[in-house]
């Protein structure tokens, strides 16, 4: 559970994300790092 401090700054996760395409290409780069990034949850923007 968030404390009320928390809750007061987190952003809305309604909205989505897309990660900027220069940091998708150094990702991409690395092939470890990309396939950790496509592990995580869609709310990452990875999907």
């Given at each position: 559970m968030m404390t009320d401090a928390g809750l007061a700054v987190l952003p809305d996760l309604a909205t989505k994300f897309e990660v900027p395409q220069d940091i998708?290409?150094?990702?991409?780069?690395?092939?470890?790092?990309?396939?950790?990034?496509?592990?995580?949850?869609?709310?990452?923007g990875c999907k």
């Open positions: 998708v290409e150094s990702l991409q780069a690395e092939p470890g790092a990309w396939s950790n990034f496509l592990a995580f949850p869609e709310l990452y």
